[in-house]
């Protein structure tokens, strides 16, 4: 995915040196910084600026070449903005614009009713008609650091505050609902280009476009494009159908196609299970932030006691969400992965041997009862921030805590949600190398072991 100011490439504290990498230079193919920085200077009547100043070249990540820089405006009165520019490092070849600037700015463009905090796009161009001769995006900086930075030096308190804190995020997003489910684009109404000085444009959801989420492999919008559905039963299956015949193309792929066809039919098995019983979350499309992890979560730590006889304390708030690039839309059962690391923070390789044998960071792949109680992988407190999140979420979604919304709930985040989710991911990105193929039997195997104890719901 590529990334706004993430992890990967933010101006604040990350997991990663703050170094710049000067063999990026190198390995991309990219022009020393040094030249490069004076274009980037020079873009400011491109963009309706004054000037950029205080360049400077940041960690970037697979995708994205990543610059900080400081905008002043010709406004004396308009304040001066912290900024990042995000330059695709792989730009399309011919005079083709670059889509992915629309997209970003569509949907950054929608959230901003949203009681979320996010970048905002101040100016982008699709061509490479401009001073640094590529496409790029200009978005303001957040405040904060990178959650994964103080995640384990969180208090209990805080560790609560951030639970709440992600339900109302979790809840808003969920909120925003489409008709159909599928990959986002943009309406062809938005510019290919905008400056800092272009009016105001709608924050409603009207300039998002969504479409088939496709099969094959490569970018998604080179994917031959599948029919737009409104139900999971009707997009796991309209998926499935649609990579058995893609795959039937090509004769030395025939295992991949009976792959597939088992897939199809543990979605029969599962129809036979009652997994596509009605109830909201399986037909309700709703806004998808994949990557909602600690990497894309920035946060302000402020210090409150801080007197020599009184220990330090401090007051957590979220300031802002990153890597809204590549969200989805999808029925809301499948959005509802559990936020492990909300609660267990610990490194993969702690996990049981006989689960990190074939564990790839899916947290659907862990058994639900792993987190059942405090032990060795969970603390007391860790436990706590778990319950609380569920009672939090669940009294968002369902309006009260009852055992009925409850079990609700649990039955999306660790139940059939979980299976329905592991399925989702075959019919979505389907198989192109070994550890997909690993991942298949080891869920086709799980699956068959699943079923022989289970009865119908």
Not at 335 to 357: G, M, N, Q, T
Request: charged share 25%.
């Amino acid at each position: 995915m590529s990334n706004t100011s993430d992890a990967e490439s933010s101006p604040h504290n990350s997991s990663r040196s703050t170094t710049p990498d000067s063999t990026s230079t190198y390995r991309y193919s990219h022009e020393p910084f040094d030249t490069f920085c004076e274009k980037v200077g020079a873009l400011a009547p491109d963009i309706g600026a004054k000037s950029v100043e205080d360049i400077v070249r940041l960690p970037g990540g697979s995708f994205n070449r990543i610059i900080a820089a400081t905008l002043y405006h010709h406004d004396p009165a308009a304040a001066v903005e912290k900024v990042v520019l995000r330059i695709p490092r792989f730009a399309e070849d011919g005079d083709s614009p670059n889509e992915d600037m629309r997209t970003q700015f569509a949907i950054l463009e929608a959230l901003k009713s949203l009681s979320i905090q996010t970048p905002r796009v101040l100016a982008y161009d699709c061509t490479s008609d401009n001073a640094i001769g590529m496409p790029f995006s200009l978005q303001t900086r957040l405040e904060g650091q990178g959650l994964e930075m103080v995640h384990s030096e969180l208090t209990l308190t805080e560790r609560l505050i951030l639970a709440s804190e992600l339900v109302r995020i979790l809840v808003a997003v969920e909120n925003v609902k489409f008709q159909s489910a599928g990959r986002v684009g943009c309406s062809p109404v938005v510019s290919a280009r905008k400056t800092i000085e272009d009016a105001e444009t709608s924050t409603s959801s009207q300039n998002i476009l969504v479409q088939g989420f496709g099969v094959g492999i490569g970018q998604p919008e080179s994917k031959p494009k599948t029919k737009m559905t409104s139900s999971l039963q009707e997009l796991l299956s309209t998926q499935l159908d649609a990579w058995v015949q893609h795959e039937l193309s090509n004769p030395r792929r025939s295992f991949v196609v009976d792959m597939f066809r088992r897939l199809k039919e543990i979605y029969t098995e599962m129809e036979e299970l009652g997994f596509f019983q009605e109830r909201p979350s399986l037909d309700s499309n709703v806004l998808y932030h994949w990557d909602l992890e600690p990497r894309n979560i920035m946060v302000d730590r402020r210090a409150t006691d801080c007197s020599p006889d009184i220990t330090t304390s401090h007051q957590l708030e979220v300031t802002g969400v990153l890597d809204w690039d590549d969200v989805l839309v999808i029925p809301s059962i499948l959005a509802r992965k559990p936020p492990v690391w909300l609660w267990d923070f610990s490194e993969d390789e702690s996990l049981p041997s006989h689960i990190l044998a074939y564990y790839d960071g899916d947290v659907d792949l862990l058994p639900p009862e792993l987190y059942n109680k405090a032990g060795d992988r969970l603390s007391e407190e860790d436990l706590q921030v778990k319950q609380f999140f569920e009672t939090e979420i669940t009294n968002q979604l369902y309006g009260d805590s009852s055992p009925a919304s409850r079990e609700a709930y649990l039955d999306d985040a660790y139940g059939r949600g979980r299976w329905l989710r592991r399925l989702w991911r075959f019919a979505l990105d389907g198989f192109s190398d070994s550890q997909h193929i690993d991942r298949f039997k080891n869920f086709d195997k799980a699956w068959s072991e699943y079923k022989e104890t289970s009865s119908s719901f």
